[in-house]
């Protein structure tokens, strides 16, 4: 659906995207993850048309979206991080505005608006003046409007700033709504934990780099490694580093009085087996678990703000 | 039939408000204002006259359309100035930006709002301007010119404004350089006449050589709003036109000059205004440009 390749740009000496390659499939939910100043925005905004990169491709369905500015387009769904509404205009006629923007009749527009109305649960304010509307409502408007001329791609700068934990819930359910539908949506948040709950892919930007991108669980698993274990025990510690070291492929991560990490390349049978012999020679193993990374750790991790996070990164890549 | 979204949207946003009521309460105080005065300094100028007062009563019309000329020409870059540059104060610009739209159409339905709004207020004050024709002594047929030099006045200084509103960020400094451009057009269309008959006079003074009076430099004075606008009133009221009379004040003008070609009958009005719809169109485009992201311009690939 979305291929980046090799786009650059900078603001004068400052690099804002720095060699970004990214690959999104059709109907990924796909979050955008960055500190401030990532180059995040400046990605969406080169995606959507409002910026020329000064290197690069960026293809959408096939179409070169720096040749083919009128068939992009039709193509892209764009919601602004920040963004004004009109005075005196009610919800409607916003909507009716937008859609013939894209020459769509009236008949077409008014069926259409109604339908994403309700998509978005604003049908009861149809006659309101969009001005008067909150801030949350105005936000699930402008993803209404910019679906009105069905796109296939839906790119969200932000859209969670400033909404009440309400109105953010609403948002969510919507977008994931939308992507049951075959939508292909791309968005980017500093709220770690909403993108976890939402997206299937992420892409970590850090100076303008991606540091990481894919699937959730395969970024993950590149930065923290598929086979983590976590054992926890009241006693015999030095017993059971000594057990465990008799493993095949098991390093040891770290040894802490009540706790021993641990990678390895073991089938969950030898693990039964090694935990096993552990109980058996009188260690007192109270509990065991494979290590569960979130999108915070590997945001703190991949971005290099936890100890080791770089070289984590940089064994994943490769 | 497909009307341009833009106008649609403002006409429609721009009718709720009470701005446009009072504007045009505003515009028709002016004009009312104006009438009055003009009455009554025709009334005095006649009262120990033997003349016809009617026949003074015809000078209503140029006063009554020149008044509301410089004022279309004072608020309609006012508007337009701040269409583009209100749209980024708004952040809705991003988002017209990424619709269906072309750069070019939408400067074209802001530039067409604005002429939709000044032509409202221009038929607006008809019942004003219709006294002029009451009286008699007008053809029918001056309304509809006056109409036409309107509409024009609205185009080349929505072009204005609007160019300026792509150039700059904030509305204010798309107002002030739009009055700057104004007076390029007002000044230097004017500037190489009179600086080409100083350098002749002062060479003839010192008798370097025989005066030249250059009238061909007055050429420039087809792209100068306030020729165009006496070139029209004098053509209205006399029959005869203003530049032909100006340009051979020293009598000298041969026929063979260009000049005396471009200012015979109506060709200064004829051309003038075919220039005049020329450089609102660059303007136009070059707005267009402007305001486009995506500028035709190589990208390593």
């Known amino acids: 659906m979305l291929q980046i390749d090799h786009l650059y740009k900078n603001y ?269 020679n009188d260690v007192v193993v109270t509990g065991f678990h494979k290590q569960e990374g979130n999108l915070e750790t590997l945001f703190m991790r991949v971005t290099g703000k936890e100890e080791g996070g770089q070289e984590h990164v940089a064994e994943s890549n490769r | 039939m497909w009307l341009n979204p833009i106008v649609k949207r403002d006409v429609r946003v721009q009718s709720r408000s009470m701005k446009i009521c009072w504007g045009v309460f505003a515009y028709e105080l002016i004009l009312s204002f104006v009438f009055f005065v003009a009455m009554m300094v025709i009334e005095q100028g006649n009262r120990y006259s033997t003349n016809n007062i009617y026949s003074a009563l015809v000078w209503l019309y140029p006063v009554l359309a020149v008044t509301q000329l410089i004022i279309l020409g004072i608020v309609v870059p006012v508007r337009t100035a701040s269409s583009i540059s209100g749209e980024k104060e708004r952040q809705t610009f991003d988002i017209m930006m990424t619709t269906g739209m072309t750069p070019f159409s939408i400067i074209l339905g802001k530039v067409m709002t604005a002429v939709v709004q000044s032509m409202f207020f221009v038929v607006a004050s008809m019942p004003v301007m219709a006294l002029c024709f009451v009286i008699g002594g007008m053809s029918i047929s001056y309304l509809f010119w006056f109409l036409g030099v309107a509409l024009l006045v609205s185009v080349f200084s929505a072009s204005i404004g609007i160019l300026c509103s792509s150039l700059c960020k904030r509305s204010i400094s798309a107002v002030i350089m739009s009055y700057v451009f104004y007076i390029v057009f007002f000044v230097g269309t004017a500037a190489p006449f009179f600086i080409y008959a100083i350098v002749e006079a002062r060479r003839s003074y010192q008798g370097m050589a025989p005066y030249n009076h250059g009238e061909n430099t007055a050429l420039f004075f087809l792209l100068n709003p306030a020729v165009y606008l006496i070139e029209f009133f004098v053509k209205v009221m006399s029959g005869e036109s203003f530049v032909s009379i100006f340009s051979n004040l020293t009598g000298t003008v041969q026929k063979k000059e260009l000049i005396s070609y471009v200012a015979s009958g109506n060709w200064w009005m004829i051309i003038s205004t075919v220039l005049f719809l020329a450089v609102s169109f660059s303007f136009l485009l070059l707005a267009a440009r402007r305001i486009n992201p995506i500028k035709k311009r190589k990208v390593k690939v």
Not at chain 1, 168 to 183: A, F, H, P, T, Y
């Open chain 1, 12 to 280: 004068g000496k400052f690099q804002a995207v720095n060699d970004l390659t990214l690959h999104i499939p059709k109907g990924d939910l796909f979050g955008f993850v960055g500190p401030n100043g990532a180059g995040k925005t400046t990605t969406i905004r080169m995606v959507c048309g409002l910026m020329l990169p000064a290197a690069g491709g960026i293809m959408i369905n096939g179409v070169n979206a720096l040749l083919h500015q009128k068939e992009i387009k039709k193509q892209i769904g764009y919601v602004p991080d920040f963004f004004g509404v009109y005075d005196n205009l009610k919800v409607k006629e916003y909507m009716d505005f937008y859609g013939s923007m894209y020459r769509m009749s009236s008949r077409e527009i008014e069926r259409i608006s109604d339908d994403l109305l309700e998509l978005v649960n604003l049908s009861d304010k149809k006659e309101v003046f969009v001005d008067t509307l909150s801030r949350g409502m105005k936000q699930r408007l402008c993803v209404a409007r910019a679906l009105i001329h069905n796109p296939a791609l839906l790119v969200l700068d932000e859209p969670n700033s400033g909404l009440d934990p309400r109105a953010r819930v609403e948002m969510k359910e919507l977008l994931l709504n939308l992507q049951s539908m075959g939508k292909t949506i791309v968005i980017s948040s500093h709220i770690l934990s909403e993108l976890s709950e939402m997206c299937n892919s992420i892409g970590i930007m850090d100076h303008g780099n991606l540091m990481a991108a894919g699937r959730i669980e395969e970024v993950m698993e590149g930065v923290f490694g598929s086979n983590q274990l976590i054992i926890t025990l009241d006693s015999g510690r030095e017993t059971a580093i000594r057990v465990a070291m008799e493993y095949p492929g098991v390093k040891i991560s770290s040894a802490g009085e009540q706790e021993i990490r641990l990678s390895h390349t073991m089938t969950k049978e030898e693990i039964a087996k090694m935990i096993g012999a552990m109980i058996a």
